[in-house]
């Protein structure tokens, strides 16, 4: 059996021009794991890893990746995209833009929780919910940093409990605070879909999570 030859399988240009890109693994597109890296531009270590990932030799696997959700915010090293939208304020959930708990910011394009104008109202939030309608992943892993806990919304309890095995992250069923429009309310909640947020360390160097990581990739399928 030899590697399997990753298949990009869609892209987007966004404001600045960069290229937000799906991959697969392998042949097979539908119904299976999604993996993304950087929904927030200054939390780089997800496109790193992936991208370890797909260049390494061991992906046996049936995955689908975007490594890097926003490229824009990563240039300009910033939590939101290059419209200062949080994409994971802006998906197009029933609660999108209410104003409700601690962290209630989402209206107010000063802050980096800023919803957007209207719900999915951002290519990077456009090109995610068009995947998850055409390819239907089984669950889907969004790498984050940096608070050590592995945050799951909708049916996901169980592989977040094999997750933190792997990782030592406590699980954590709920941020704690409202998250209207976010990608796992959206997803997670709404849509009944597995959404496991993984918030890796940052003050560790990214190799050192490459190890774990790769484990969890692994065992996600
Ligand atoms: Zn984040």
Redesign the pocket.
């Known amino acids: 059996m030899g590697i399997n030859k990753l298949k990009i399988l869609k892209t987007a240009k966004t404001k600045l021009n960069n290229e937000i890109q799906l991959i697969a693994t392998s042949e097979i597109a539908k119904n299976i794991p999604l993996v993304i890296g950087v929904?927030?531009g200054d939390?780089p270590q997800g496109k790193f890893l992936i991208e370890e990932y797909l260049n390494s030799e061991l992906n046996q696997t049936h995955l689908l990746f975007i490594p890097c959700l926003n490229p824009d915010g990563m240039e300009l090293k910033k939590?939101t995209n290059s419209n200062n939208v949080d994409l994971?304020r802006n998906f197009p959930t029933k609660n999108w833009g209410e104003n409700k708990g601690d962290n209630a910011t989402c209206d107010d394009c000063e802050t980096d929780y800023y919803g957007g104008t209207a719900p999915a109202s951002e290519i990077e939030t456009k090109f995610l919910v068009n995947i998850i309608e055409k390819y239907k992943p089984t669950m889907v892993l969004t790498l984050?940093?940096p608070y050590k806990v592995v945050n799951y919304d909708g049916p996901a309890k169980e592989i977040a409990e094999k997750i933190s095995k792997i990782i030592k992250y406590p699980t954590e069923g709920s941020i704690g605070y409202p998250t209207p429009g976010s990608f796992g309310t959206w997803a997670g909640i709404e849509h009944n879909i597995p959404v496991i947020?993984l918030?890796l360390d940052e003050k560790t160097p990214v190799e050192t999570l490459v190890p774990p990581v790769f484990e969890i990739f692994k065992n996600l399928s």
């Open positions: 929904f927030h939390e939590r994971n984050h940093s947020t918030e």
